[in-house]
């Protein structure tokens, strides 16, 4: 085995590519594993980065050989349950059968230790799959970011920048957390590469109430930006089940109710991070939401 050999499933995707390239940034062995049907153009800047690809079938026996050697497998598949839970326990499996004794998986997401099952349908999948991992003899981290930072100027509905305002559910000063991509890219390769990590590592770009963003983004845009209450959780929770119900989108990956789960496990604060371990590894520049507002404004 050798400790800076990492395998990352996932590597042509977003968060798995920027991993993919943190890892060759600090000089590890990076591999790549794809499957047969991966779009050859997804595997460019892969190979521009001299990262070793392996195609093969999603089957524990035709992914172990590729892993063999390797002091880490990295997760960043994304998706529902064939992805979470089976990819994943395929990958697990092989991992064990080639003697990978580390293991990170595909959470990169709010701290879903303390929330009751039933309250978000992707972090429910995620605990199922830990099931797998705790019954498993490999050495399992997970790495909790938050949200990614970068969705606040597009995907998440918080800052509502053509209305100049920030929405939120319950409390206005409860502390939320945001991790950029890049950052979480960055920790989690110094991870990988990091032979005594525990079970779980927590990470925070910006802890911020929606308070603090309203006044973040007053400050950076110029404009007086206000704080817009939609109402209070158990409100939020009514238009959950109402959503649900009107829209079940069940095969969908993100559809509106989703959303609206993980705001209310931000808002309630049964998510937050804590204690962080962002000191864990020197060097890394957190980018602030501050830093990320004043960037994307200026572009
Ligand atoms: N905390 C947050 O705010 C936040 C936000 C977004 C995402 N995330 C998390 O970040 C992680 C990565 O998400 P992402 O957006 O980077 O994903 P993405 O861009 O959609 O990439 C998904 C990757 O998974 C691979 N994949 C999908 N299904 C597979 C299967 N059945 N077998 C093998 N490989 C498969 C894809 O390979 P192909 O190229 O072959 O399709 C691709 O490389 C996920 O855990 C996601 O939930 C967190």
Not at 16 to 27: D, N
Not at 177 to 203: E, G, Q, V
Not at 272 to 292: F, M, Q, S
Request: proline content about 6%.
């Amino acid at each position: 085995m050798s400790p800076s050999t990492i395998v990352v499933a996932g590597a042509t995707g977003n968060l798995g590519g920027r991993i993919t390239r943190a890892l060759v940034e600090r000089g590890a062995d990076a591999r790549a594993l794809v499957r047969p049907a991966t779009a050859p153009t997804k595997l460019d800047t892969l190979r521009s980065l001299g990262v070793a690809i392996t195609a093969a079938d999603w089957t524990a026996s035709a992914l172990a050989p590729a892993l063999s050697g390797a002091a880490c497998v990295v997760s960043a598949l994304s998706g529902l349950r064939d992805q979470i839970v089976a990819a994943q326990s395929v990958l697990l499996q092989a991992a064990v059968q080639a003697g990978v004794p580390r293991f990170i998986p595909s959470d990169f997401s709010i701290d879903f230790t303390g929330l009751p099952p039933g309250q978000n349908r992707n972090l429910d999948l995620r605990r199922e799959f830990h099931a797998r991992l705790c019954q498993s003899p490999i050495a399992a981290t997970t790495i909790f970011n938050g949200a990614f930072a970068d969705m606040l100027t597009g995907e998440m509905p918080l800052i509502l920048f053509r209305l100049r305002c920030v929405y939120y559910w319950g409390d206005a000063d409860q502390p939320m957390d945001f991790t950029t991509m890049d950052n979480t890219a960055t920790f989690t390769a110094a991870a990988a590469l990091d032979p005594s990590t525990p079970r779980f590592l927590r990470i925070a770009g910006s802890e911020l109430s929606a308070r603090q963003l309203a006044a973040i983004a007053s400050e950076v845009t110029g404009h007086r930006f206000r704080l817009f209450r939609a109402g209070g959780l158990s409100r939020l929770d009514k238009l959950i089940r109402v959503a649900r119900y009107l829209a079940p989108g069940s095969n969908s990956l993100y559809p509106p109710w989703q959303g609206m789960q993980y705001m209310r496990n931000m808002f309630s604060g049964q998510a937050k991070l804590h204690p962080l371990d962002n000191a864990r590894y020197p060097g890394i520049h957190w980018t602030t939401v501050r830093e990320l507002l004043a960037a994307h404004l200026s572009h």
